[in-house]
């Protein structure tokens, strides 16, 4: 037999596949926190990272003691490289797992708490410090230098947005100048043709040289197992594609025998060691996987794709070369998907919604104004990735000129856009756009109360199933009361702002390593039916045995503090929470009558006004859209009414909301 083809990496990824985590922006604001304690140890100085085994495992179990990690990996030290591979690849650590200028920049910014955004993109402060590390960040494909975030910006630039499966399965395989230019105008050439994306992958493989040798040896070689492992170019070992050798072979039978192996082939395709890659044949070939209609139908289950078709052998070892290459790299791709999307959204920058991917207003704006001299460095290397080093640093093109990107911006809104202040306000306008599209298809009012529920009951998957897995879910529930309340406000009020939350491009909540602590802040202004106030909402999800311990001192403190600060400003605070704890209730209601002090001693307000409501009655508010005027007339009465504090709830919070809904429904 000729000389043996072999496996060649044709597409890039980010991080590694082998770890993925929940809460991303947390946890790697904690590894680096966890990491800089663990290498300022004592009995760590001087110690190599690199091919130390028993060092890395230290680091697994220090991260263990933590709460990091739970449970016994079977190879700490493997675990332990798997959790700090994506922090060095992306330049927040270096080799030895030192943190860099760029990761001690991000873990200042985490620990000091401020994630305003200081920066010509208006993005968050560590988004920022994310923007500029992936632009650095490069990966070697095979020989190849591609920086991955550059090239998904040079093609954005020119297809405008990505569909998810574009995104998938085709930027990864931009890994030079010509095959990226060839993907884009087949991309673009795409959507107006019948070219799927199943046909471009393909074509860029079979553009490899490894891929057009390997066609050549199965059309030109006897066939036998060995031929087909050979030409399969398994990443791993050519052993692993002993089956498809069981696959070729009935195949052939069904096409040129005419042999009635339609359960053979089935069962043949469930051994395939690779699930996903097992499905995409039962799926391409199988109108349905009953066993009982196989049996019934024979033959005719199975669609009729160009294979089936083969009139010779030549066609048919070409069709079967063809589906074996592209689903395997469809597994490949699509393993990369979650990884490339989490590390590209950290920046704040991209938009993953309506399934398709594009940049935010001004990011595009900016890359708008860059798009020409993007492709000069996306496929080079840097040896800035470790510093914390500027854009211009980086490629003097990037230091682009804020009136030059407000220009852009102007442009793009058909009005002037000349300062900070415009630019802003151009941004505000249009992430209230998203915002209420976000909530017409996420968080319409049946989909609240349903989600109150989940809260109530504590079903966390469910909850970041619906909502993000980049949040806790603390942090989610008082994004979802935030949400709440703006539709309960009559969608008044620059909600986004008084959620005091860090929100990813796509407006849904990410937690920090010190977040999940923020109160809403809402300020109203005067109307016909009630002053001009402010609404503290404190959110909680405490049980029984922990709520009174827990949450008495901070939620009196935080509307002390409040009034304190803001003499002139009418306040008062709500409390929520999916249970109430009648001591809880009672110690606010015992609030109206006490002092607040500052931390000196020197000043106090009289009184203060807290008032409970459980998330029972805010699913009431929500399912019989009750305003807010209603809402704050109900809550005054309750406040300057008595009683014992169980009874007291019951006859003013909870009948107070069911006299408004008879009301409501006599006036109807």
Request: aromatic fraction near 12%; hydrophobic fraction near 35%.
């Amino acid at each position: 037999m000729a000389n043996e083809t072999g496996f060649k990496s044709y597409c890039w990824s980010v991080g590694t596949t082998s770890y993925r985590t929940d809460k991303f922006n947390m946890n790697i604001e904690k590894q680096l926190g966890y990491m800089k304690e663990f290498r300022n140890l004592p009995e760590n100085a001087g110690k190599t990272w690199i091919g130390n085994n028993a060092f890395q495992a230290e680091y697994y179990f220090f991260l263990k003691a933590k709460g990091f990690v739970k449970g016994d990996a079977p190879r700490p030290d493997k675990d332990a490289r798997e959790k700090t591979s994506g922090l060095r690849d992306i330049g927040l650590l270096d080799d030895e797992r030192n943190l860099t200028k760029a990761g001690e920049e991000l873990l200042a910014i985490a620990e000091a708490g401020d994630f305003s955004a200081d920066n010509l993109l208006e993005i968050p402060r560590d988004s920022f410090v994310y923007f500029r590390q992936m632009i650095k960040t490069c990966n070697d494909v095979d020989g190849k230098k591609v920086r991955p975030f550059v090239v998904f910006l040079y093609v954005i630039s020119r297809t405008k947005y990505l569909t998810y499966h574009e995104f998938t399965y085709l930027l990864p395989l931009c890994v030079d100048k010509k095959t990226t230019d060839k993907i884009i105008d087949k991309i673009l050439s795409s959507r107006n043709s019948m070219i799927c994306y199943e046909d471009i992958i393909l074509s860029v493989l079979m553009d490899m040289q490894n891929y057009r040798y390997a066609l050549y040896l199965l059309q030109t070689e006897p066939i036998s197992e060995k031929l087909i492992c050979n030409i399969g170019m398994n990443r791993k070992s050519a052993n692993y594609d002993k089956q498809y050798y069981v696959l070729y072979t009935i195949l052939r039978e069904i096409v040129f025998e005419n042999s009635d192996l339609v359960i053979e082939f089935y069962n043949a395709t469930n051994k395939i060691p690779n699930s996903k890659v097992g499905s995409s044949w039962r799926k391409y070939f199988f109108q349905s996987t009953a066993r009982s209609v196989m049996k019934k139908k024979g033959r005719d289950v199975l669609n009729q794709v160009p294979i089936l078709q083969a009139q010779d052998e030549k066609i048919f070892r070409e069709e079967f070369f063809k589906i074996m290459h592209l689903f395997k790299a469809k597994a490949t791709l699509s393993d990369y998907f979650d990884l490339n999307r989490r590390y590209f959204k950290i920046t704040d920058t991209v938009l993953f919604e309506d399934d398709k991917v594009k940049l935010d207003v001004l990011p595009g704006c900016y890359v708008e104004c860059i798009k020409d001299t993007l492709g000069e460095f996306a496929f080079e290397a840097t040896d800035l990735l470790e510093r914390n080093a500027s854009l211009e640093e980086i490629h003097p093109c990037l230091n682009v000129k804020a009136d030059i990107l407000y220009c852009k911006l102007g442009e793009l809104f058909g009005r002037e856009v000349r300062d900070t202040g415009s630019a802003r306000q151009v941004i505000w306008n249009e992430r209230y756009v998203r915002l209420n599209k976000l909530i017409e298809e996420k968080f319409s009012a049946d989909k609240l109360i349903d989600l109150l529920s989940c809260f109530e009951e504590r079903k966390d998957d469910e909850i970041r199933m619906r909502v993000t897995d980049n949040a806790d879910i603390p942090t989610i529930f008082e994004y979802v009361l935030g949400i709440a309340w703006y539709i309960i406000s009559g969608r008044r009020g620059d909600v986004l702002e008084y959620m005091n939350l860090s929100l990813e491009a796509d407006l849904l909540p990410k937690t920090h390593a010190g977040g999940g602590e923020a109160d809403i802040v809402w300020k109203y202004e005067k109307t016909e039916e009630y002053p001009a106030h402010t609404l503290l909402i404190e959110a909680t999800l405490a049980d029984k045995g922990n709520q009174r311990r827990m949450e008495m001192e901070p939620v009196s403190r935080h509307l002390g503090d409040y009034r304190l600060a803001n003499p002139e400003t009418e306040a008062y605070c709500i409390f929520s929470a999916p249970f109430l704890h009648p001591n809880v209730i009672s110690d606010f209601r015992g609030r109206r009558y006490m002092e607040y002090y500052n931390s000196a001693g020197t000043e106090y307000i009289q009184g203060m006004k807290i008032l409970p409501m459980q998330t029972s009655e805010l699913k009431e508010l929500i399912r019989f859209h009750i305003g807010y005027a209603e809402v704050y007339r109900l809550l005054d009465r309750a406040y300057y009414s008595g009683g014992p504090a169980a009874e007291w709830y019951e006859e003013n919070i909870v009948c107070g909301i069911t006299g408004i809904q008879k009301k409501e429904d006599k006036e109807v």
